[in-house]
């Protein structure tokens, strides 16, 4: 069965402190692995989508890279507004549904 | 446009009630899903349609029907709920049901049964 672990649960950053946020998957054959934020009571909204090994994407303060058992999400100088719960979901090859880690609750302070 | 477009945003229904969620994008999306999300959870899928045909139910309860009229709608009619099936429900489409090019989730649905 997939398995999507996302670490930390929580974390308060400092405006401009960098950090990083990981996601561990266990997934037979991965079709796809998504980067989501939400914020609270909306639906997600799209980040990144990696599909191999190697893989890096890039959204103005966000870095997604991904490895053959996990994905790291890079904040570097974050600000308030990316204050939100960074969600992780994969699908499996042939699949047809997303399966999400419990997602990290970011805050940064001003 | 670009959106997935859910509605009502809120409603608040009780037990002995029936209502119908909504969900309306018009990308040219083939693919359509409904979401439950309970507070501090991830997202958890219920159904999908792909070619306005239902391919996945996810063993839910009979007192949600979903109903895809057209390749551009989406409803979830609820009957008979319970107080637990409180919760954000999101409706999301993609290109094909193998979320190629991603996926595009509305704003959701706060459901309150009482």
């Known amino acids: 069965e997939d398995q999507v672990t996302q670490s930390p649960e929580a974390l308060r950053l400092q405006e401009g402190e960098s950090s990083s946020l990981n996601c561990s998957y266990t997934?037979?054959?991965?079709?796809?692995l998504f980067w989501y934020r939400q914020d609270p009571g909306k639906g997600p909204e799209f980040l990144f989508t990696l599909y191999s090994a190697g893989e890096e994407k890039e959204k103005e303060r966000l870095k997604a890279t991904l490895t053959k058992k996990e994905s790291f999400l890079h904040i570097t100088a974050p600000k308030p507004e990316d204050s939100a719960t960074y969600l992780c979901a994969v699908q499996e090859r042939g699949a047809q549904k997303l399966v999400f880690g419990q997602g990290t609750r970011l805050t940064i302070n001003p | 446009d670009t959106e997935v477009t859910q509605t009502p945003k809120h409603l608040v229904m009780g037990m002995t009630n029936k209502k119908s969620l909504k969900c309306e994008q018009h990308?040219?999306?083939?693919?359509m899903y409904w979401y439950k999300q309970k507070a501090k959870k991830p997202p958890e899928l219920m159904f999908v349609?792909?070619?306005?045909?239902?391919?996945i139910n996810e063993s839910v309860p009979s007192r949600f029907s979903p109903e895809c009229p057209n390749s551009s709608l989406l409803n979830l009619h609820l009957h008979a709920l319970q107080p637990e099936d409180s919760a954000l429900y999101l409706c999301a489409s993609s290109l094909f049901s193998g979320g190629d090019y991603g996926y595009t989730f509305g704003s959701g649905t706060r459901l309150t049964v009482v």
């Open positions: 990308m040219g999306h083939r693919a």
């Open positions: 997934v037979s054959g991965l079709r796809g």
């Open positions: 349609y792909s070619y306005e045909k239902l391919s």
